[in-house]
């Protein structure tokens, strides 16, 4: 009895979170002009209308790139911050990792004004570049959490066998460091792409004129009308965010157990 | 001179000294092991050879040249941890291989250079295996195979036994020994199990809190120890209070307190030089437990009684009180068991050859340097 209520329960809480997601999924495949029930059946036009929306596709290549460079960045800059913080005694480390991992605890507005302001102040307008700069500063504390995780469970003795053997510290950290700090680095990567890809209160004030991702262009969809492209541009965006990270996992699974480790 | 040569070599961390002045001279091909209670300095002056750590102060040498300033992966050196620390990424073919890449060796040279490194240790038939897929005592072999691959000057191993269970050790310490010798590499072995030291060792330098306490063949460690720390480290000892009387012609004649006066060989005594206070040094398996009643034979003998026994199998740890009156000590025995084990509370005989004795001179402190042949 006792557990029958606790499955319900469960059951209605996983309603509650996926049915409004089911739901936009379910309808942008709907052939009707409304973007609501009851479907009057399958189509894909609203896809094609996504394909042929200028202002949309526009948007898209605009995150996408937006997102490509900042995982990039991220995951340069977290690996080295990571190496810094984990392998070498500097001074003030804490502090340093305190101040890198900020962004994830102030509220995101508050950093988004305080960027602005604080870009505003030293006189650097608006700019795809400043975009790019606020992307990076929320998404490399994600990179340096994993990959700083990682590089403390990768023991020392690897390294300076390898050392040992004749490897410079650079050899070494390409032939042994980076490639068993992969996983952490392919997972921060994504993680630096989906939450760029997502973001859009730090977007909405810093992008520049004109320029649009896909959430903000989304949102200035919503604006004007409900439109079924939305769900489109929807499930689009599931597909993007949660599929990318499930890839990224199993691909990093299968390729440690071809190693059994 | 050595192969490898240390003078004068200090490490400090801050305010703590970890290794003190320490000098070592260890001949070329020849298998040196430091040997001490944890914390007493063996990884840290091993890790100086290798090029892990600075010495802060003293040079070391490598082949006639000094390497203080030489980083590790110029010094051609072969290390092998405790955790074996193979790359777990790459198979047991390409972890071998991974000194060779860096040496100008041809890729027809590296296979057949695995190969024979990959049959030296016994294991051919792994080469495409990862390491996880291995037990410690192959990864263990592996590690060895990869570190000796690459023709290093110097093998150095940090207590690459420790980790393998107890049977597994044994036969590892043969075959280690047995490789070694066969290639010939001067090779530095760190551990603090005095069995694995005096097994495999040409020398054991023994060490406590960053000192070396004396160096010497495995034997004239365990015979004629420097120091009483020498002599509790390596097996169990009876160490007794001692006044040294002098030398009579090739005898060292010594008191205990409560016992009759002992003579023992000098050779037995090289550090005690006449009268004096002492110790006298008794291995418990020199003490050998008889029943009171047996005959007299070319050994010493006192009364004894038996306080308890630690009942081992085959053999038997008895702890006994000799002396008289006011002057009784307690002394252990380790002796094989003949039929049945001596009972506690029994009284006994209990014998000893006085060449199997030895004596210190009490209260020396013994520091500093020391330095193998
Ligand atoms: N990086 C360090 N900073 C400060 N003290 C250190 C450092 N490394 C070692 N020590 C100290 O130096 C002493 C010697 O350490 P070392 O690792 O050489 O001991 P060991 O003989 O190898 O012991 P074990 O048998 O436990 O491995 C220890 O007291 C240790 O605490
Ligand atoms: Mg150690």
């Keep these: 009895m006792g557990w029958n209520l606790i499955r319900l329960y469960a059951v209605l809480v996983y309603l509650f979170m996926f049915l409004p997601v089911a739901v936009v999924v379910l309808l942008s495949f709907n052939a009707s002009q409304f973007g609501a029930f009851p479907m009057t059946g399958f189509s894909m036009r609203w896809f094609v209308a996504l394909w042929e929306n200028d202002a949309v596709m526009r948007a898209f290549r605009t995150s996408l790139l937006l997102g490509l460079l900042c995982a990039l960045i991220s995951t340069t800059l977290g690996i080295l911050a990571s190496l810094a913080l984990v392998r070498y005694r500097i001074p003030g480390r804490n502090l340093i990792t305190t101040v890198l991992i900020a962004p994830i605890l102030v509220p995101e507005v508050v950093l988004a004004v305080s960027l602005l302001l604080f870009l505003n102040f030293i006189g650097i307008g608006k700019s795809f570049l400043m975009l790019l700069a606020g992307h990076v500063i929320f998404t490399l504390p994600f990179v340096i959490l994993v990959v700083q995780a990682r590089l403390v469970g990768i023991r020392r003795d690897v390294e300076e066998a390898a050392l040992s053997l004749g490897a410079s510290p650079r050899q070494t950290f390409f032939s042994v460091t980076l490639p068993l700090l992969m996983p952490a680095v392919a997972a921060g990567a994504l993680f630096a792409f989906t939450i760029s890809f997502d973001n859009i209160t730090g977007t909405l004030f810093w992008k520049p004129g004109g320029v649009e991702t896909v959430p903000t262009q989304i949102f200035a969809m919503l604006r004007h009308s409900i439109s079924p492209e939305i769900n489109a541009l929807g499930t689009v965006m599931i597909v993007l965010t949660v599929g990318l990270p499930l890839l990224g996992a199993s691909l990093a699974r299968w390729l440690s157990m071809k190693r059994g480790v | ?373």
């Design chain 2, 1 to 373: 001179m050595g192969a490898v040569n240390l003078s004068d070599v200090v490490k400090r961390f801050g305010d703590f000294t970890a290794v003190h002045r320490m000098s070592l001279e260890i001949p070329e091909g020849s298998f040196l092991t430091l040997l001490g209670p944890s914390g007493c300095g063996k990884t840290t002056t091993l890790r100086m050879i290798a090029g892990l750590l600075d010495p802060s102060e003293g040079d070391i040498d490598i082949n006639g040249r000094r390497v203080n300033d030489l980083p590790i992966h110029k010094r051609n050196l072969g290390l092998v941890f405790q955790n074996y620390a193979l790359f777990p990424h790459k198979t047991v073919a390409e972890n071998v291989a991974f000194g060779l890449r860096y040496r100008n060796v041809s890729r027809a040279d590296i296979a057949r250079r695995v190969q024979e490194a990959l049959e030296l240790v016994r294991l051919p038939h792994l080469a495409s295996r990862y390491p996880a897929a291995l037990s410690g005592g192959q990864q263990q072999r592996i590690a060895l195979a990869r570190a000796v691959v690459i023709e290093p000057d110097v093998l150095l191993l940090d207590e690459p036994l420790s980790a393998l269970d107890a049977n597994l050790r044994e036969e590892m310490r043969v075959e280690l020994k047995n490789i070694q010798k066969r290639i010939g590499v001067t090779s530095v072995f760190v551990t603090h199990d005095q069995s694995e030291a005096l097994a495999m060792s040409d020398q054991v330098v023994v060490m406590s809190e960053g000192r070396i306490e004396q160096v010497g063949a495995p034997q004239e460690v365990y015979n004629t120890p420097a120091s009483e720390f020498v002599a509790r480290f390596l097996g169990a000892a009876n160490i007794l209070p001692a006044e040294a009387r002098g030398i009579e012609g090739e005898t060292m004649v010594l008191d205990v307190p409560g016992l009759p006066r002992l003579g023992i060989p000098r050779s037995r005594a090289p550090r005690l030089a006449g009268a004096g206070a002492a110790r006298l040094v008794i291995r418990a398996e020199k003490l050998a437990l008889t029943p009171v009643d047996a005959p007299a034979d070319d050994r010493v003998s006192v009364p004894a009684m038996v306080e308890a026994v630690d009942y081992q199998g085959q053999s038997a740890r008895y702890f006994l009180r000799i002396g008289e009156g006011e002057n009784t000590h307690q002394v252990q025995a380790i002796n094989m068991i003949d039929e049945r084990p001596f009972a506690e509370g029994e009284a006994v005989s209990v014998r000893v050859r006085p060449r199997d004795c030895a004596a210190l001179p009490l209260g020396t402190a013994n520091g500093g340097g020391g330095s193998a042949a």
